[in-house]
């Protein structure tokens, strides 16, 4: 009996498929019969219809679409087809009404995203979206509803999800939300104008099974205190995940704060972006016990999260996905202990070094740097709080100098970095460094900060560097 190759069988080659990039399946499904019969379902697993892909094509591979993203546009005949074992359905177009009649012949989708699209009609739809048994996420923005009948439709419907993601647009009526219960709701996703924040307050009230809640919108002081009240009371007993994103900068009392991380069930992700001041040793304190499995921290615009508390996360978080802080002191980084978030993704701080040490202290920081090697974000702003006023003063060089010379190269391990940023900082960014970056940031997408203060210099990179998909953020400052 012939042997058979590991890579033949069907069983591994189906696990191999889903660590390989999608640039390259098509080179994997063309190597034999047995590949192609693997790899197949693997490239039309989703569908962008702003991709150019003959309809005949998509007619022909229908059975193994199980994703649908429409964009802005889509062909003439589209709503008209069908796609028997689609799971995932997103519409961001304001598209013809066929479209309506498209998301309903698909009753079996588990998950439904409706982006900047007017449903009509709204009470027929909500009805025949009850039917819709497999739904466990739906994500709306540009809630539109007048009639209470509607409304309360939607919050039957609402009663079934696991997770729900709701910006709200115009509401005649609350309906009937302040007697339903929400059980199976695990991930909540709010956004609101100041019109419609009690409703939030009512809806999460009414969500005890909550373990994510993300609240947007025109937040202030006082619903945040009001929030803190129904987590210390643990209204949310498996609550392991905050983001907090207000429209407006503002600062809560630190026992806030504190009422928030004691009422969590434990602290997995705690985002509170736009809020200064509250941060303190206290906090500090209480989210100690979280750093084993603490996985996002985001208090970029808090001062009081200071640099030696950054550190000490860095050094003690081992799944850290995520950390956005105001301050690194590169003095206090190389003095402190190795970092063992190996998992980052995400790193956003500004990394001061005292006068005249950078020569000596950058190589070293970026060698710890180096060993992020999942680093996809790498946001390196300074505080614009400290610009001079006047735009001939020079802004004092006391963070990192991203030339070869200075040691960029030893960055060559980040191969997944596509987002790199250093706004409010002066460069001296030549072609050389460009053409690096391009070479060894494979997946390298946006660049923001001013690269170069020579006009001249700073056209011939951003002409260089979009010829290559690579946008640039170039600011004045």
Not at 270 to 275: A, G, I, V, Y
Request: proline share 6%.
């Amino acid at each position: 009996m012939p042997s058979i190759h590991p890579l033949e069988l069907p069983e591994i080659l189906s696990q191999v498929s889903t660590y390989v990039a999608e640039k390259s399946l098509l080179s994997c499904a063309l190597v034999s019969k047995a590949w192609h019969k693997v790899f197949i379902p693997q490239i039309w697993n989703e569908l962008l219809t702003n991709k150019d892909i003959p309809d005949e094509a998509v007619i022909s591979h229908c059975h193994l679409i199980k994703t649908i993203d429409i964009l802005n546009t889509v062909v003439a005949d589209f709503p008209k087809w069908r796609f028997p074992n689609l799971d995932t359905l997103s519409v961001t177009y304001e598209g013809p009404e066929e479209l309506t009649e498209f998301i309903l012949a698909h009753p079996n989708i588990s998950h439904l995203v409706l982006r900047r699209y007017t449903l009509n009609p709204e009470a027929e739809f909500w009805t025949q979206l009850l039917g819709f048994h497999n739904l466990k996420s739906f994500s709306v923005t540009r809630l539109n509803i007048q009639q209470e009948q509607e409304m309360n439709i939607f919050w039957q419907l609402c009663t079934r999800l696991e997770k729900l993601d709701l910006t709200i647009g115009s509401l005649s009526s609350l309906g009937n939300l302040s007697s339903m219960e929400f059980s199976r709701l695990q991930r909540l996703y709010l956004n609101s104008s100041e019109d419609y924040m009690p409703l939030s307050l009512i809806l999460l009230q009414r969500c005890p099974s909550l373990t994510t809640i993300f609240w947007d919108g025109a937040l202030d002081e006082r619903l945040i205190s009001e929030f803190s009240q129904f987590v210390k009371a643990r209204t949310w007993p498996g609550l392991e995940n905050l983001l907090i994103l207000p429209e407006d900068t503002f600062s809560i009392p630190q026992e806030v704060l504190s009422d928030i991380i004691r009422g969590m069930h434990r602290v997995v992700t705690l985002s509170l972006t736009d809020l200064t001041r509250t941060f303190g040793p206290e906090s500090m304190e209480l989210i100690r016990p979280h750093f084993a499995h603490l996985k996002e921290l985001d208090f970029k615009s808090d001062n009081g999260l200071t640099s030696s508390m950054a550190l000490e996360i860095l050094s003690s978080c081992p799944s850290l996905g995520t950390l956005a802080v105001p301050l690194i002191e590169a003095a206090e980084m190389v003095a402190g202990k190795p970092w063992v978030c190996t998992r980052l993704e995400l790193l956003s701080a500004y990394f001061r070094f005292p006068p005249d040490s950078l020569d000596e202290l950058q190589p070293l920081v970026l060698d710890q740097l180096s060993k992020l090697t999942q680093l996809q974000t790498l946001c390196t702003d300074a505080d614009i709080s400290r610009l001079p006023d006047d735009e001939s003063t020079p802004f004092p060089q006391e963070t990192f100098d991203w030339r070869l010379e200075k040691g960029l190269d030893k960055l060559s391990t980040l191969r997944s970095l596509g987002y790199f940023s250093f706004r409010y900082t002066y460069q001296k960014i030549g072609l050389q460094e460009a053409e690096w970056m391009v070479k060894h940031w494979e997946d390298l997408f946006f660049v923001a900060g001013v690269l170069n203060m020579d006009p001249e210099v700073k056209m011939e990179l951003k002409n260089y560097l979009n010829d290559r998909g690579i946008h640039i953020g170039i600011l004045v400052r």
